[in-house]
């Protein structure tokens, strides 16, 4: 981390719930503007043929508790 994050963090950690939530919500959105039109275009590709996998049956998936505790198991 750089000193001038440091030293944002430092001040910034001073700020109101309220004034921090805005600057939040400015920071993340901000980071929606390189959007990069290709990885899109894949992502809707991707999703488009995941969901005719869904429809036609020839995906399964497994129970979000059982993935999750196979992966602390993995990971802890």
């Known amino acids: 981390m750089t000193e001038t994050v440091q ?5 910034l950690s001073q700020l ?3 004034e921090r939530a805005e600057l ?3 920071l993340i ?3 929606d503007q390189d959007v990069d039109d290709n990885a899109e275009f ?3 590709v991707e999703l ?3 969901m005719e996998e ?3 049956g020839t995906a ?4 979000s508790d059982k993935v999750f505790t196979e992966l602390r198991e993995k990971y802890s």
Do not use: V
């Open 29 to 31: 959105h901000s980071l």
């Open 16 to 18: 109101s719930m309220q």
């Open 24 to 26: 939040a919500y400015f």
């Open 42 to 44: 894949a992502w809707d």
């Open 7 to 11: 030293k944002l963090r430092l001040e």
């Open 54 to 56: 869904i429809s036609s």
């Open 48 to 50: 488009t043929r995941r």
């Open 60 to 63: 399964y998936g497994e129970m």
